[in-house]
């Protein structure tokens, strides 16, 4: 059965799998960038809620622990969650409604480039986190349990304000991120720099829009240099 279940995780994985860095051709007005990073204050809506099966695969580098999401919703209550984070409590967790996914308190991922897998599909909640060289750090799943409320998914922070506000929100860089909804993609996140305001955001290849810093707060940076042609 672990078997089976590692194969499906790396199947996953491997469906969203995406070369850091690589030019993927962005329109005209954006500059792609390797990442953008976060200050602790900012967070990005990707508008896409978290009911039914939903999935994601982040790369990205917690640069710090400070109690906050790095990706998900929280409406103040376990019961309704879709939310990975760090807990002084827990250690590092998955929520996807009453179950939870809980990788321990051993596992440190701060200042360290890792890559996300997690979510819910077919009644089974998993997560998996790999280092930059492709390795495996820790995985878990569970039997979904619950009901997960139809808010909308954030990065660099998640919707309550408890712990760092604005909202939970983090410190970390981002490289990408990609979402799948009932198996379809629906987000391909990738870093930019919008060229007519010098901007720093995601540019969703899906939709073809930019996304910005929705806090009101502080302001994503990014490297100084684009991804190579």
Request: some cysteine; overall charge negative.
């Amino acid at each position: 059965m672990k078997t089976i279940l590692k194969s499906l995780m790396a199947a996953v994985a491997g469906l969203f799998a995406v070369t850091a860095g690589a030019e993927v051709e962005l329109p005209s007005g954006y500059t792609q960038l390797d990442y953008i990073e976060s200050t602790g204050q900012e967070y990005i809506d990707t508008k896409i809620d978290a009911a039914g099966d939903v999935t994601a695969v982040m790369d990205f580098m917690p640069l710090g622990y400070t109690g906050g999401g790095y990706l998900g919703t929280c409406e103040g209550g376990d019961s309704s969650d879709w939310r990975f984070l760090d807990s002084d409590a827990y250690g590092t967790i998955f929520d996807c409604g009453n179950a939870r996914v809980n990788l321990g308190k051993d596992v440190s991922i701060n200042n360290k480039r890792v890559t996300l897998s997690c979510g819910i599909e077919n009644d089974r909640v998993t997560v998996r986190l790999d280092d930059s060289a492709g390795l495996r750090i820790a995985e878990g799943s569970a039997n979904s349990e619950g009901t997960i409320a139809a808010k909308s998914i954030r990065v660099f922070g998640i919707h309550q304000g408890w712990g760092n506000p604005p909202d939970s929100c983090v410190a970390m860089r981002l490289y990408s991120l990609k979402l799948k909804k009932g198996g379809t993609l629906v987000r391909d996140f990738v870093p930019c720099q919008r060229d007519s305001d010098g901007a720093y955001g995601l540019y969703d290849r899906v939709e073809g829009m930019f996304y910005g810093n929705k806090s009101g707060k502080g302001a994503f940076v990014g490297p100084t240099t684009a991804v190579a042609q």
